[in-house]
């Protein structure tokens, strides 16, 4: 009997590391609002991730609508459906109207000849998505926000670590999100970040993530509560030390995947992008003319303990709460799409022997 295969598995660093790196915890007892551990965890991404500022926080989504609160941001935003329900929802709850672009079927980030056409005068910035860790088209986006004088701030929870042409991810627009979450590449247990290259956005960042406070006797802007405490920064600082070498083990995991994939009539990889590091960070599959369908590839997996994930489906504008409002037959690519991709397990120690299993009984 086989264990059960989950579609990830965290990253953890050995016992021993982390309890060393707590341990002047018990002395200190600071154990949140931006203690050495929080600071240290900052310097050391921001030389991982080859940024010039970083804002760390308790998540992704609270960085995410954290930063769209300290850009100002007013009316609409475009963005895309085709992504994990927290881009929506942060630009949601920010009083914000997100308009939603349909992705291309390359790689399945936002199709940039689409965006002009849902410009209004509205309209205050644009939220991509680096989808599964697939780079967004960068120099078209930043072309028509400059033109237009829009603000950019990427979602860029899938791509940590990811270089285009040896320049880090974060550097790119107003601002980047991370996530640090459990499931991610590297995390924090819980945790996120945001990078950007304005250093005034700095103080404002860190003081919206603390309530607003801003002095000792002043509060400033309604803020929230996003502070990354202690024990979450002292986890990233162990992982950190372990990032790349899980990276390049995911790389084999997922060449393995792809000479057993690749090829096949029906089933479509991602082709990899050029000029990009990539961070191996998921392995979507979309079957499309395959001579079974995604839900039934995912039934038979599930039957054999081996657990996929529809993802992204359904589309954020078809989800529950949003589907009354919005409607996705005006992204059709994305609804196309999220019919039909399914993301494979994919983690540093994933078995390559499973992987053939994995593939086998999709290949049956
Ligand atoms: C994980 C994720 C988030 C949210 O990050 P959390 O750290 O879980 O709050 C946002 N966007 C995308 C695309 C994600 O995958």
């Not at 300290?70 to 009083?95: C, K, M, Q, W, Y």
Request: aromatic share 10%; charged share 25%; proline share 3%.
């Amino acid at each position: 009997m086989t264990n059960k295969i989950q579609v990830t598995r965290s990253s953890m660093p050995q016992l021993d590391e982390y309890i060393d790196e707590i341990r002047e915890l018990w002395n200190s007892r600071w154990l949140t609002n931006m203690g050495v551990k929080h600071k240290k965890l900052e310097s050391d991404l921001i030389n991982y991730l080859d940024v010039s500022n970083i804002a760390l926080f308790t998540n992704g989504h609270i960085a995410l609508e954290t930063v769209i609160a300290a850009l100002d941001l007013e009316g609409e935003v475009i963005t895309t459906p085709f992504t994990f329900v927290s881009t929506t929802h942060a630009i949601v709850r920010n009083g914000l109207e997100p308009v939603f672009c349909d992705i291309n079927s390359e790689d399945y980030t936002i199709d940039v000849e689409k965006i002009e056409s849902l410009i209004t005068e509205r309209t205050s910035a644009i939220i991509p998505v680096h989808v599964y860790g697939n780079v967004c088209n960068i120099n078209e986006i930043q072309r028509i926000a400059n033109k237009y004088n829009l603000k950019v701030i990427y979602d860029a929870a899938h791509t940590f670590g990811v270089k285009v042409d040896d320049t880090g991810i974060g550097n790119f627009g107003d601002a980047s999100m991370f996530s640090f979450h459990a499931t991610k590449v590297f995390n924090t247990i819980e945790g996120g970040a945001v990078t950007f290259n304005d250093k005034k956005l700095d103080k404002k960042l860190n003081e919206l993530k603390n309530f607003g406070i801003t002095g000792p006797a002043s509060i400033q802007y309604i803020g929230g509560n996003g502070k990354m405490n202690e024990f979450q920064a002292a986890m990233g600082i162990c992982n950190l030390r372990h990032v790349s070498n899980e990276i390049e083990r995911r790389r084999t995991v997922v060449k393995r995947y792809i000479s057993n994939l690749n090829g096949i009539e029906g089933i479509k990889l991602i082709k990899p992008q050029k000029g990009v590091k990539s961070n191996y960070s998921y392995f979507p599959v979309v079957f499309d003319g395959y001579k079974k369908t995604r839900d039934m590839i995912f039934e038979e997996l599930k039957e054999h303990d081996i657990i996929a994930r529809k993802y992204f489906y359904p589309l954020t504008n078809n989800i529950k709460c949003y589907k009354d409002i919005f409607n996705s037959n005006n992204t059709p690519i994305a609804k196309y799409i999220a019919e039909r991709v399914l993301t494979l397990p994919l983690y540093a120690d994933l078995n390559l022997d499973d992987v053939d299993r994995i593939c086998k009984i999709i290949k049956k």
